[in-house]
């Protein structure tokens, strides 16, 4: 009676955490070095929205500022359909740990900077809630409009950590919209 209870309370907890191992969080990251502008080259998502528009999505541009506090002050230039550019400023609030950021304005409750070299890439993990449903996403950072093979590699890695494949990214084609 004892292990039927015990093997039912462990499938209930596998049951809330769906088979991810823990993601990963830059070691000793540096918000100093991370700061200046950076492109979108690549993203995956199994959110219903991210999926329906990936295939008319452009690279968008962001620039990255840290703040005293450990915040960073993200702005974002969102290439549109139209050839114009959409801008979004956010701040990405500080967590527990250096590299770990939350953005309830985006309903981002989990924001970690997975791995970067500073200097050519950086993947980032978020984790969405919104509608009581919870999205991952990866994001595919480089210094230059272009694909870093190293960044894709690792993004590649994470992807089947964090339970997406391949049909659920996008590389970004380049666009002078937001430069």
């Not at 004892?2 to 093997?7: C, G, M």
């Not at 452009?58 to 974002?76: C, E, H, Q, R, Y």
């Not at 981002?108 to 919870?134: C, E, N, P, W």
Request: aromatic share 10%.
């Amino acid at each position: 009676m004892q292990q039927t209870l015990l093997t039912g309370f462990f499938l209930a907890l596998l049951g809330l955490c769906p088979g991810q191992a823990e993601i990963p969080i830059q070691d000793n990251f540096d918000a100093s070095q991370f700061q200046g502008v950076w492109y979108v080259v690549g993203m995956a998502s199994d959110d219903e929205g991210f999926q329906e528009a990936k295939d008319d999505m452009k690279m968008p541009v962001v620039s990255i500022t840290p703040s005293a506090n450990g915040d960073l002050t993200v702005k974002f230039g969102y290439p549109t359909p139209d050839g114009g550019c959409q801008k979004l400023d956010t701040t990405y609030t500080r967590g527990a740990v250096d590299g770990q950021f939350s953005d309830a304005a985006l309903a981002q409750t989990d924001i970690r900077v997975v791995v970067t070299d500073y200097q050519h890439f950086a993947v980032l993990y978020m984790q969405t809630q919104k509608g009581g449903a919870s999205n991952n996403w990866l994001q595919l950072y480089a210094r230059a409009p272009e694909l870093y093979p190293e960044g894709a590699q690792k993004m590649q890695q994470l992807a089947s950590q964090v339970g997406l494949n391949p049909s659920q990214g996008a590389l970004l084609p380049k666009s002078d919209q937001c430069a």
